[in-house]
């Protein structure tokens, strides 16, 4: 799915190809990556399905590798000043712990459980 994001991209397409893969994620695995191209008005198919034929970008493959190297083993994943969250976080509880570490506090639910919610 990355690099098939990466290869709508290049049409100037990301955001309708994205938006698409999470609308429709039951659908991945089913569908083509040229029929979600397609659904997603990529101009140019064929150029998308060269390009996703083709080996993995180097920004996938950078990307994965740092995400190894960091701990991150799903997405969508957090790091706020350098706590990996375990787990998405509500909007207010985001929104304060934004708050908290940029009055150079660290959350207290950060200290009890390595960055949990």
């Known amino acids: 799915a ?9 049409q100037r397409a990301f955001t309708k190809f994205h938006d698409l893969l999470y609308a429709k994620q039951d659908s991945i695995g089913v569908l083509t990556w040229e029929e979600f191209a397609r659904r997603a008005s990529v101009p140019d198919v064929e150029k998308f399905k060269d390009c996703t ?7 996938v493959d950078r990307d994965t590798l740092w995400a190894a190297r960091t701990g991150i083993l799903k ?9 990996l969250l375990d787990r998405t976080p509500s909007l207010v509880n985001l929104t ?3 708050e908290d570490l940029a009055s150079g506090r ?12």
Do not use: H, N, R
Not at 2 to 10: L, R, T
């Open 53 to 59: 034929a083709s080996t993995t970008s180097g920004d």
């Open 106 to 117: 660290v959350p207290k639910s950060f200290l009890q459980s390595g960055g949990s919610e």
């Open 2 to 10: 990355a690099q098939a994001a990466e290869c709508a991209q290049q």
């Open 75 to 83: 997405t969508p994943s957090i790091i706020l000043d350098g706590w």
């Open 96 to 98: 304060k712990y934004v």
